[in-house]
């Protein structure tokens, strides 16, 4: 039985928590207010994960170092800088690999499908931002003072996940009423399954032979905002799904009241034309397999 310490109980920290738990393994789950599901096998911890020392003392003998975190959006810029060094330090120190959790933003705008060999050429603060943490971890990782590996997704779908779709669609179609959302309603889009995020970050820390890259999690074919609602109704037993695309400039207005709205505006892109993630790297050398667009849904309705 190994210590792996993750940070961040949200929808992939709590999934990877508890995958770990029910095989076996000891969890220590950090979180600012204690906080995370109850098992046996994790102890849930209140601490301050930006803290370096903090951090380095509770992942001291842990064989790996999860970063589930999820700094608030609009904050990304001023809230993951510290955190990110504050695990690559606590890594350095105690020997225990870095297992990040990142998106597709570093990528910026693409043309077709998006693999691990892209270039990260962010074109949003929060696409630099996330490319900058990975970046600095690449670099520890191939100078030797640590070891690290990051996995990608792309939007969330499952339980407790929290995404575009997830608050300006998802209830209203859940109601029968109308949704708006600032997007091409047809556009195939990707959506990763959290517990495939989890699944994913726990294979390749466990191996010596997969650090040192990104890897995409494994995702289900892409399917369209449209056709998603569609589903959601279906599953839901709720009236047909009715979705109509929001004009950006009312984001932007939102955006003048709103923080969240705001910090949306510069990624909108990603919903703008196809946004489609190439996993087959992950499912090809690691074996694993999506969870299928509909289970995904389903337990996000609940």
Same mark, same amino acid.
């Given at each position: ?136 971890? *690449? ?45 091409? *309603? ?117």
């Amino acid at each position: 039985m190994s210590l792996h310490v993750v940070v961040g109980a949200g929808p992939v920290g709590t999934a990877t928590a508890l995958l770990l738990a029910e095989r076996g393994e000891r969890v220590r789950l950090l979180t600012r207010g204690g906080a995370g599901p109850e098992h046996p096998a994790v102890e849930r911890v209140a601490a301050d994960a930006t803290d370096p020392a903090v951090l380095t003392g509770h992942a001291d003998g842990a064989v790996a170092l999860y970063c589930c975190a999820g700094p608030p959006y609009p904050r990304w810029a001023t809230d993951w800088p510290p955190l990110g060094a504050a695990f690559l330090r606590a890594a350095a120190a105690t020997g225990a690999v870095y297992a990040g959790t990142g998106n597709l933003y570093g990528y910026g705008a693409v043309d077709g499908p998006i693999t691990e060999e892209l270039p990260l050429r962010p074109n949003s603060v929060k696409g630099r931002v996330r490319a900058a943490l990975w970046e600095e971890a *690449l670099a520890a990782h191939e100078s030797g003072q640590l070891r690290a590996v990051e996995v990608r997704g792309s939007d969330y779908l499952g339980a407790g996940a929290v995404t575009s779709f997830g608050v300006m669609v998802l209830p209203k179609v859940l109601a029968g009423r109308t949704a708006s959302i600032p997007a091409d *309603l047809d556009a195939p889009h990707s959506w990763t399954h959290t517990g495939d995020v989890a699944r994913t970050l726990v294979a390749v820390a466990a191996d010596e032979r997969h650090l040192g890259r990104p890897w995409h999690v494994p995702t289900a074919p892409p399917v369209s905002i449209r056709a998603l609602a569609a589903m959601a109704a279906e599953l839901a037993g709720a009236a047909p799904a009715r979705v109509r695309r929001m004009p950006g400039i009312a984001l932007r207005l939102a955006g003048l009241f709103d923080a969240d709205a705001r910090a949306m505006v510069e990624v909108q892109y990603q919903f703008q034309r196809p946004f489609v993630l190439d996993s087959s790297a992950a499912r090809r050398e690691l074996g694993l397999e999506p969870t299928p667009t509909a289970a995904a849904l389903r337990a996000m309705i609940g």
